[in-house]
């Protein structure tokens, strides 16, 4: 499988992106780990991973993420002096990793991935991933209008409605 061509966020943006605080960043995060990952994670994968100190470091954009595994879900930590494992990749490879239209160990080959730490943990995290059967991040079902439509049943973010006790002024009584 070939890579797409590399696309990197532009310094500016990156330069921006970078100031944004860890650790809200990281709580986001493992909220979408514990919601995709937490319950598949294979069982013998779990003790090893129990405590140790992760990193997601998106390159392109400045941003880190620290987090741990407690033993039954991921926890959001402060940015850490050092870490057991240390992920680094660009935007774009990230996302396209999580629609699984690339492979880590192709963006590993062509030094689009790197993993920086514990090699044994670094192995056993990529092998845990590659089996697990993961829902493919579809960016489209996070569209605002999509989004927006979940919360708001029966209403679509393009066309709000009054609400029927609502009186607009020289209207219909």
Same mark, same amino acid.
């Given at each position: 499988?070939?890579?797409?061509?590399?696309?990197? #966020? +532009? $310094?500016?943006? =990156?330069? !921006? @992106?970078?100031? #944004? +605080? $860890?650790?809200? =960043?990281? !709580? @986001?995060?493992?909220?979408?780990?514990?919601?995709?990952?937490?319950?598949?994670?294979?069982?013998?994968?779990?003790?090893?991973?129990?405590?140790?100190?992760?990193?997601?470091?998106?390159?392109?954009?400045?941003?880190?993420?620290?987090?741990?595994?407690?033993?039954?879900?991921?926890?959001?930590?402060?940015?850490?002096?050092?870490?057991?494992?240390?992920?680094?990749?660009?935007?774009?490879?990230?996302?396209?990793?999580?629609?699984?239209?690339?492979?880590?160990?192709?963006?590993?080959?062509?030094?689009?991935?790197?993993?920086?730490?514990?090699?044994?943990?670094?192995?056993?995290?990529?092998?845990?991933?590659?089996?697990?059967?993961?829902?493919?991040?579809?960016?489209?079902?996070?569209?605002?209008?999509?989004?927006?439509?979940?919360?708001?049943?029966?209403?679509?973010?393009?066309?709000?409605?009054?609400?029927?006790?609502?009186?607009?002024?020289?209207?219909?009584?």
């Amino acid at each position: 499988m070939t890579p797409s061509p590399a696309y990197i #966020l +532009p $310094a500016p943006v =990156g330069k !921006v @992106l970078s100031r #944004l +605080p $860890a650790y809200p =960043g990281s !709580v @986001l995060l493992v909220t979408a780990l514990n919601t995709v990952l937490a319950k598949e994670l294979p069982v013998d994968v779990r003790p090893y991973l129990r405590s140790k100190r992760l990193r997601i470091h998106v390159s392109d954009a400045g941003l880190t993420f620290d987090f741990t595994w407690s033993g039954t879900h991921f926890v959001a930590s402060s940015p850490q002096p050092a870490t057991d494992l240390t992920v680094s990749a660009n935007a774009q490879d990230f996302v396209r990793l999580a629609q699984r239209l690339d492979d880590p160990d192709t963006l590993f080959f062509n030094r689009r991935l790197s993993m920086e730490g514990d090699t044994e943990l670094g192995l056993v995290v990529k092998n845990a991933l590659d089996a697990m059967e993961m829902p493919v991040l579809d960016l489209q079902r996070w569209a605002p209008s999509k989004v927006l439509a979940r919360f708001l049943p029966g209403r679509t973010a393009a066309a709000p409605t009054p609400h029927a006790d609502h009186k607009v002024p020289g209207g219909p009584a």
